[in-house]
């Protein structure tokens, strides 16, 4: 297993404290799960989001993205405005699908790498958020790309995700690996990677088993 959980209060602290309880970390980032009950399946599903080629540096320009065409929930690094790691989840959530959040779990995931000589850490935040959501962009696998309209709340970031689509544990658990040999060509299917898979699976696992404490509020 590559992750831990922490109780959300532990990262709830302002960000230079939190960042100097770990020196060997030189990066931060906050990622959400947001979940939606999808009644025609009679299960939940994920909201997923489509990695763009290309994104933008600080001062505007082209820069090519990491792991470009993978799907991954919406989230991103931590800013210098950031308040808190929560501050941060909350932040590319909104900036990244058009969606307020309002509460997260009580317990988050943390996981963490090295990329590019940089040792990082990214905490997950399952999060319940204001929007009414009716899932109606859903993957298809006979099609093995989203289809149906787009819900009008959620609205994409171009340079940072191409689509979007919800995804059920079934349908994510049957995806492609990402093809490392191959990072800037568009794989066919949901492919994602396995480090967040992980934290997905757990997430669901959680979900159905009425153990996601989703009351921790945001304000």
């Avoid at 489509?50 to 690094?77: H, I, M, Q, V, Y």
């Avoid at 959501?133 to 093995?144: E, F, N, T, V």
Wanted: aromatic content about 10%.
């Amino acid at each position: 297993m590559g992750f831990s959980t922490v109780p959300v209060e532990e990262i709830d602290i302002p960000l230079d404290d939190f960042q100097a309880k770990q020196p060997d970390i030189a990066g931060f980032s906050a990622s959400a799960l947001i979940f939606c009950y999808y009644p025609q399946l009679r299960t939940f599903c994920l909201l997923l989001c489509l990695r763009a080629p290309l994104g933008k540096d600080e001062n505007g320009k082209d820069k090519p993205n990491s792991w470009a065409f993978t799907w991954e929930p919406p989230g991103g690094a931590c800013e210098k405005t950031d308040q808190t790691i929560l501050t941060a989840a909350k932040r590319e959530t909104k900036e990244e699908v058009n969606l307020r959040s309002w509460c997260v779990s009580r317990k988050v995931y943390r996981d963490s790498w090295t990329h590019k000589g940089i040792p990082m850490a990214r905490y997950t935040v399952p999060m319940d958020v204001c929007e009414p959501i009716q899932p109606q962009r859903i993957w298809c696998d006979k099609q093995q790309e989203p289809v149906g309209i787009h819900e009008g709340p959620i609205q994409l970031r171009e340079d940072e995700h191409l689509d979007y689509c919800w995804a059920t544990e079934a349908q994510i658990r049957d995806s492609p690996p990402y093809d490392e040999k191959n990072p800037r060509r568009r794989q066919r299917g949901l492919v994602m990677l396995e480090s967040k898979k992980e934290i997905i699976f757990d997430a669901f696992k959680q979900l159905k088993n009425s153990q996601l404490d989703m009351t921790y509020g945001l304000w």
